[in-house]
């Protein structure tokens, strides 16, 4: 990628990337060993056997087993993993919505790590750490060169211990060492404004632990300011999805009781289900996080925004309220992740977990939506202009092994991985004949500046949508559910 192109890929430090786990099975698949193929497990015993003796240097055993678990995973499918240690630790806090670190949403530019901006409140924020900061050392170690991973790793730490950034500040051409102090994050996955008396924008980041209880107080909140509110926004734009009982709690706000939100299917009893708009099935305590909501909520004009980021979980809620015609879907089509990923953590080993696919899911009116995705009802291009960055990002059907209608795992889509190196190419070609040219920027959602918010507003207005001229739906052949 050119040297000052980049694609906004907003991350709270510290948080995972992409879906999270979206049930937890009350029981390991199968409740005894399945026979084991001996001729390829003594064949994986040769091998083991080789390598341990014949490498050329001495090797960790336990390593080499963690790494064939984790090959046997990971060749599933883009989503199934095997985590221990640290990873298992952060994949934990990532679910939870907490985190140890210094508090910043970054993204990469010119191989450094530039702030997009600081968690309000985090010790970042009270370092005076601002968007558009760029990060070039963290402690002794450079950034150049560091992936964003790498990056993140070396921000994290202990809560109370301390890590020194080194900050480039465009707007005052200095540089200057800031201290800070970790500590626990809460990165609150919900925000929300009321953009205009009688219209309000709410949005979920993520789908997690807490997210459903802060929904819900903050649309008390708007309805506090507006009770007679006229329109909704429910932003779900690059949403990687998270909990499926959270995503049928924030579906269950808007639909009559008991319809039916979201169905899964696969080969053990506890991956075949039906879920409903009832506590039953997105309550985890027994009480009703939604009791108290105002009955407006049920039937105030929503819009809901949608990109190719918006995954899993968010196309969940994204899928129920369009077939039950309950929202107008606003956007570009989505990432197309119709599968439900189960976290089995009762491992011999202490500190790992399997997140496994279990099933597929389908919305209320049967579709799967697997490496397809769920295709708006009004095609809205991120910016008048058009949508810079659309090719670029990759879907479902970008990623190798991905699952297909009938169940095996496909390679990449040619056709739009052509595309996406096209796109590439062109914005790459226009940025070297003008290098003093500021790459084209999106701008922050739920600012005035946001486009697709402003036609939104303008569809619950009933004012004209200024539609996409470009945008296609994507065709896939998926099967309904039986």
Request: aromatic share 6%.
């Amino acid at each position: 990628m050119g040297s000052k192109l980049k694609v906004a890929g907003w991350l709270a430090l510290g948080a995972v990337a992409g879906a999270l786990t979206t049930m937890q099975l009350q029981a390991t698949a199968r409740s005894s060993m399945s026979p084991l193929p001996i001729e390829e497990m003594q064949q994986m015993a040769a091998v083991f056997d080789l390598v341990k003796r014949s490498y050329v240097e001495p090797v960790d055993e336990k390593k080499l087993i963690r790494d064939a678990i984790g090959g046997m995973v990971s060749g599933l499918d883009p989503h199934s993993v095997y985590f221990e240690g640290q990873a298992y630790k952060e994949f934990r806090e990532g679910i939870s919505g907490k985190f140890t670190g210094v508090g910043i949403q970054i993204e990469m530019e010119d191989g450094l790590v530039k702030v997009v901006s600081p968690i309000e409140g985090s010790p970042a924020f009270r370092a005076g750490i601002a968007s558009g900061d760029l990060i070039t050392r963290i402690d002794d170690a450079a950034v150049k060169g560091l992936t964003m991973d790498q990056a993140v790793k070396r921000m994290r730490g202990p809560s109370g211990t301390k890590v020194m950034l080194t900050v480039f500040r465009k707007s005052e051409n200095r540089s200057f060492p800031v201290s800070i102090l970790r500590e626990e994050i809460k990165n609150k996955s919900v925000r929300s404004k009321v953009v205009e008396p009688g219209y309000a924008w709410i949005r979920i980041n993520q789908f997690q632990e807490p997210t459903l209880r802060d929904f819900s107080e903050q649309l008390k909140d708007i309805f506090k300011q507006e009770p007679g509110l006229k329109g909704l926004v429910l932003d779900l734009r690059t949403d990687p999805g998270g909990l499926l009982d959270t995503a049928v709690g924030v579906s269950a706000a808007f639909l009559p009781r008991d319809v039916v939100v979201v169905s899964t299917n696969g080969q053990v009893a506890e991956a075949r289900s039906t879920l409903k708009a009832s506590p039953t099935y997105y309550s985890r305590d027994g009480s009703d996080l939604l009791a108290g909501l105002p009955a407006l909520v049920k039937s105030v004009p929503v819009v809901v925004l949608v990109n190719e980021s918006s995954a899993s979980a968010s196309e969940i809620v994204a899928g129920a309220l369009k077939d039950h015609k309950r929202a107008v879907i606003m956007g570009s089509q989505t990432f197309g992740k119709g599968s439900v990923q189960s976290e089995i953590n009762r491992l011999p080993l202490p500190n790992t977990s399997l997140k496994i696919t279990t099933a597929r899911y389908y919305t209320p009116s049967g579709q799967s939506i697997q490496a397809k995705g769920i295709v708006p009802d009004v095609l809205v291009d991120e910016t008048a202009e058009g949508s810079p960055f659309a090719a670029l990002r990759m879907r479902e059907a970008d990623l190798d092994r991905h699952l297909t209608a009938s169940g095996e795992a496909d390679k990449k889509d040619a056709a739009r991985e052509k595309a996406r190196e096209e796109a590439l190419r062109k914005l790459e070609e226009a940025n070297a004949k003008n290098k003093d040219a500021k790459p084209p920027r999106l701008p922050e959602f739920g600012s005035p500046e946001d486009f697709q918010l402003q036609q939104a507003l303008n569809r619950l207005k009933g004012k004209p949508v200024l539609v996409s001229k470009t945008q296609t739906e994507r065709k896939v052949d998926e099967p309904k559910a039986n």
